[in-house]
Structures are given as C-alpha cells and as structure tokens.
C-alpha cells in the first residue's frame, strides 16, 4: 500500500490537481472549471491524498438542496497510483464528511461504463436512483436539419420556474439531471438548476410538450453546450433535440452533450449523425441515504 496522507485540498496544491486533469480522459477533463468553486466554496469539502509532499488523488463533496445532499464529484486518482485502493480511500472519507456533516442522503453521476466508479458506488451501498442517456457530438456543422423548422421558446426565469411546475409529467424519476447534476424535481431544485442553465420550453396549444435545458460546458480547452432534453412524444424530442444542435452550431460551439430520457434512445440512434457507441453509454445517478 501506498505511504500517504489524507487531507484538504488547498490553492497551493492547484498545480498537482491541473495535472491530474491533464493526464484524464485526454485532457478533456471539466474539473478545473470547477476546481475555484471547490477550493473556495464553504459548501465544498475538497479532500485530497498526499503523498512525498503531492496531491495525487482528490474528491469534493458539496452541500446541495439547503445543506440536505452531499453531492459527491470529482473522483480522480493520478494514473501513476491507480489500482491501489485509493480511490475507495477517498470514497470512504467522502462518506465520512457527509456524515460529519449531517446530510440526509449522498449522490453522484457517472457513466455506466466506469466500471471503477460504480465499483466504489457499490462498495459504499449505493443504488441507482435514475438513469439517463448521455451523447456528444463535435463537427456540428455537418448535421442536416432533418425537417425541423421551428425552435421551441426560450423562456426567461420567472416564466420557466412556472411552466416547469407545470411540467412533472415529463420528469418521471422526480429528479432533473442537466450537465451531470441532479436535482429534485420541487420549488427549490427548479430554482436552483436555473441558477446554472437556461430552459427552452416548447409547447403545443396548451400542453407542455418539452421543457430543455441549455448551458456552456467547459472540457479542456473547448467550451461547448451541454443540453438536457425532456420531452413528451418523440416529435417533441425531435424538435428539441435539433433547436439544441442548431443553437449549439449557431453559438460556434465546438461540441454538444446532450442528455436525454432512455426511452427516446432509438429515435435518437435513428440521426445518421449520432455515433453508434451513444447505444451503450448512460449515465447512472447513485444514491445512499444516510440513516
Ligand atoms: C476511477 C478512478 C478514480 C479509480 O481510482 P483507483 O485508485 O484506481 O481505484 P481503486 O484502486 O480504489 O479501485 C476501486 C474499485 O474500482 C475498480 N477499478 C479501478 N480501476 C478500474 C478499471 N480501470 N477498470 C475496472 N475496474 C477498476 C477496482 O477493482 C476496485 O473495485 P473492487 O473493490 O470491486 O475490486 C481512477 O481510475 C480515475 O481517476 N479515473 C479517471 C476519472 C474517473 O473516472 N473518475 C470517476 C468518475 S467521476
């Protein structure tokens, strides 16, 4: 076992974690857009692995929904020290600061193909919540547009907290997952996914027949547009899904993520433009309440 030290991350170790990011997914990492907020935030609890006077492994859990959930993000272990059980390490005392912390329930996303990651999710009995699927789409400029003409609305803040009261029908799983987050669907977790996202609300006479949302998404050095979509029928998830692309093209982004409800999977597989891979990749909200 490795000789190391658990701690808190602090801004004199930004170098050791920036090159974390560098070495994963090919330096497509969105960590350290967030990594300020994590090192400052009072709502964040950054613990890091200390080991011969480095940073190499780091986790940080946020107090969301009024102090409720210990949202659990950024798990990410230096590829020189990986297989070592490090990352269960910092799993554990991420459970450990919930529990200091009195939240009622732990969460986190992540792919259903990160076997390590739902591995440890087990491993500290968690259970999937909801599940979601997930795309990303470069080259937008080469997506036809499919005979769709009309953009749903974009609607200002007040306006989309009301509709999307209104709206329970298209979020089964009572939660919303936009950009990897989760939030309740209630008052407080409508407000607060609006803090972070626009939402594009398209109707039809009077029914509600997609509420999107929409928000810059930074990997690496690309900031592209990250997009949740949650629709009625499949023309419903149609339109939306091409007012994204093309606002995403229209915004000169260099790429989409779109998230989307599983059951619109084969329409989607339908675009000659979606790769085929998009058929085995979700994305898996776990969660463990705290007793
Ligand atoms: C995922 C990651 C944090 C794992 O770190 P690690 O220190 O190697 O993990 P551990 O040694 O503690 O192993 C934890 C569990 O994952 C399994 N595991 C680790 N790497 C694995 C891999 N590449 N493939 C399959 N399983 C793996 C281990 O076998 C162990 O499971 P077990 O207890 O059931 O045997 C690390 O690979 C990483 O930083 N990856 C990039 C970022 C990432 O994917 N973060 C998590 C999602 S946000």
Known sequence: MVDFTVRRVVESDRDDVLEIARRTWGGHDYMPS???EWLKSPSCRLVGLEVAGRIIGLANLHM???GR???MEGLRVHPRY?????????????????????????????DSTNSASISLAKSIGMSVRAEMG??????????????????????ERDAAERILKGAAHLFSDGVIIHDWKAYDFCSEGISQVLQSARAYIL??????????FGSVRTEGQDSGWSTAIYAETP?????????????????????????????????LLAERWVPKWVERFSILLFEKRLG
């Open 203 to 212: 109707t039809d006479n009077e029914r509600i027949g997609s509420v999107t």
């Open 235 to 267: 023309s419903d998830f149609t339109r939306a899904l091409y007012s994204q692309v093309f606002l995403a093209r229209a915004e000169g982004r260099p790429f989409l993520m779109g998230i989307y409800p599983l059951r619109f999977r084969h329409i």
């Open 134 to 155: 997930v795309f990303w789409k470069g080259g937008l400029k080469r997506v036809k547009k499919g005979g769709v003409k009309e953009s749903p609305q974009y609607a």
């Open 34 to 36: 967030q990594l300020d």
């Open 82 to 110: 990986r297989r070592k059980g490090l990352a269960k390490v910092l799993t554990d005392e991420l459970v450990k600061e919930g529990r200091n912390a009195g939240v009622e329930r732990l969460r986190y996303t992540t």
């Open 64 to 66: 969301i929904d009024s």
């Open 69 to 71: 959930t210990g949202w």
